[in-house]
């Protein structure tokens, strides 16, 4: 699913959709970039539908993104066209 600036710019594709291990809190998304895996916080994520996420990130804010914290966590789940 591919992942967009607030400008509109493609910043990725979706990799995995992030949890917290504990409480199964929405913690973001880890997204694939040309940088590598990059981690988008569930704050700056405006909109989610079926076929695109939008990010309140500028171009700025997310060539500073960190990288994605997979390791130790588990996917909450992976979103498909069909939203499930």
Known sequence: MPVFLRSGQRLGTVQQVLEDPKGGIFLGIAVATRHGS??????????????????????????ALPDAPVKGRRPFRTINKKGR
């Open 38 to 63: 990059k981690f988008v916080a569930r704050d700056r994520i405006e909109r989610m539908t079926t076929t695109k996420i939008e990010c309140a990130l500028t171009a700025d804010e997310a060539s």
